[in-house]
Structures are given as structure tokens and as C-alpha cells.
């Protein structure tokens, strides 16, 4: 199972959080050809805090029916839910919430059978099978990451803020801001009794925050945004042994136009690995990365305002013509043009969605 891949995706679900105003999960056609997001559906009242979204495709591929969407749900006694896709512009409920066993989780992925959250707040992981009508199994298994970073406001203790599969499917890779690391999980784990266990820890920048991270469509590289001192970490990706190695580091805004703080969130990488995106929540802009031939190292070279306030997520539509911010503050989702020669987005145009947190496409 994947996120539809379709380079006409015609729907995006926004995500929301429905503690500071938001109507759940919106749903809204896209225009492929000029990028337009038009409101079609919302969620509300169904799921408290859908702040993170994945989905799957249909049986007939890409932006067909018969899907499943899967949202966190996140709350200091988090949960995650399942949806319906038959009808692509009404996500229907999968039975009721299914608590992770863990709080405030803030991402997730379908991978290995399971559907997988990252707990900020405890900590940890959760893996909740997904049965074959796509609903959830009853109980998580939990997985708690140990230890501490430097900045002692954020990094008392872990706090895993997101999970991904590597391209290979074997494995899982945890981000954990409250760690400065990210813990490796081998996906065959997923369906034994006791769960993902940790197979190694990669260790980053102390005091960096990692936050989230995005592989190279070569597979062999990943980039890791860094919530805390506002850089990228470009790392070295082996698939066979399961190694995540720290290449270098790049800064996601210029030193003389860095606020007094700037949190990055999200991280987008083009579909030839020519460049990527970062959204910057405080200094409210995206950064532009120009990316080598080799994905071992990038530049920034300039940002561009976000349209709004607080970017939470950045999204690339997979035709990689469109790039969607999520503006949590300004409750909207702002859509640019990408230039396929020098990588800068140009805004186009936006759609208010109060207190968005997160884009997907199907």
C-alpha cells in the first residue's frame, strides 16, 4: 500500500486541527492544470484533531475509489482512524477511533500491514494492524525511545515526530526531535508478537531538533529537517545494512534574515532530485535547495514568503508542477507554481481552510 501517486491526483485532504477552529478533514478537488483547490466536504465533529493524514490507493490505482484514509488523531491520549474512500469527496468512517497507547501523535504511515503513528508526546511509536476492510486492529503495540538532548525546554526526553518507510520497504526510520536521532526499525518485525523493536539509532547534530525527513528519488540519500537550529542534514542511506550516515548540513534560512527563533516543519524533494523545499513556521517562507546531481549535498539559495502564517506542512503534488503549503495561524492552504528551471515557486493562489496542518493528494 502507498500514498496515490497519480500525476493528476484530482483531490487533496487537508488536515486540521479542530482545538483552534478546524472542520476536521477537507476535502477539496484540484485542478491539475492550474493548481486550484475547490472545497468540496469536511469532517467535522467525526475526529478531534486530524492533524496528519495518509491514505492508500484504490483498486484501480491512483485517484480511483476504494481507498482508505487514515488520520491521527492528536490529543494527549491519542488515537488513529480509519476512512472509506469509495466515495473519494465524503471520507466515511471505518468504525470508531482506535487509541495508539501513546500521546500526541503528530504523524503516521501504512507500512508492513500496520498502520504506524509517532507519539510527540510520550515518545514513542505505535503500530495498529489494518485488517483486510481496512480497518484497525483493537490494540497498539508500543515502542518508547530513550533519551535526551541539550536544549532542555524541548529535549527532556524523546519525542518522535515522525515515521517513514525507506523506499526499499524493509525498513522504518523514526525521527525524534527529543533525541536528536533517528531510530531504525527492520518492517519484518511488524507482525511479531512483540512489534517493531529498534534495529539501530542514527545519531544527528546535538540540539539540531529533527523534525522530519525525505528521501532522494535515488534512494540511497535522505534529508532530515531540523525544527531547532533551522538546518537540513543531508545524509547517506544504505538500504542493505540499514545505516543512516550524517553527510553535512544546510541552513534553511540566511543567517542576517533569521528571526529570533524559526522552526522548519516539512521538507519536499522534486521528482528528479533536482531541488528541495523546506517551510519555515517564523520566518514564514519556503526555502529553495539546490540539490547536486550526486543528492549528497544542497545550497540554499533563496525563500520565497509562504503566503500565510505558520506553515506547518509543504506538499508536492506529484505532477511536481504545484507545491501546497499548509498555514496553520492563518488558517489557509496557499498553492505555488514551481519553475521547472530554477526551482522557485510563485504563488497562484489559495483556499481558506481554518487551522490546516497537513496536504495529501489521491
Known sequence: MSEASGERAGRAYIGSFTSAGGRGITTAALDADTGTLTELHHTEGLLPDPSYLTLTEGPGGPGTPGGRLYAVSER???????????????????????????????HLTVAAGHVITANYGTGSISALPVRADGTLGSRAVVHRHTGSGPETARQEGPHAHAVVPDPSGRWLLAVDLGTDSVWIYDLRDAGSEG??????????????????????????????????????????????????????????VSAHASPDRNYPSELAVSRDGRFAWAANRGHDSISVLDVSAAGDTMELTGTVPCGGHWPRDLALHPSGRWLYIANERSGDVTWFAVDPTTGTPHRAGTLAVPAASCVIFG
Open 76 to 106: 494527549d491520549i491519542g488515537a488513529a482512524a480509519a476512512f472509506s474512500l469509495a466515495d473519494r469527496d465524503r471520507p466515511e468512517p471505518l468504525g470508531e477511533p482506535t487509541p495508539v497507547r501513546g500521546g500526541g501523535p503528530t
Open 195 to 252: 512489534g517493531l523493536q529498534p534495529y539501530a539509532e542514527a545519531p544527528l547534530t546535538p540540539g539540531s531538533g529533527p523534525r522530519h525527513l525525505t528521501f532522494h528519488p535515488d534512494g540511497a540519500h535522505a534529508y532530515v529537517v531540523n525544527e531547532l537550529d533551522s538546518t537540513v542534514t543531508v545524509c547517506r542511506w544504505d538500504a542493505a545494512t540499514g545505516t543512516l550516515d550524517a553527510l553535512t548540513h544546510v541552513p534553511t
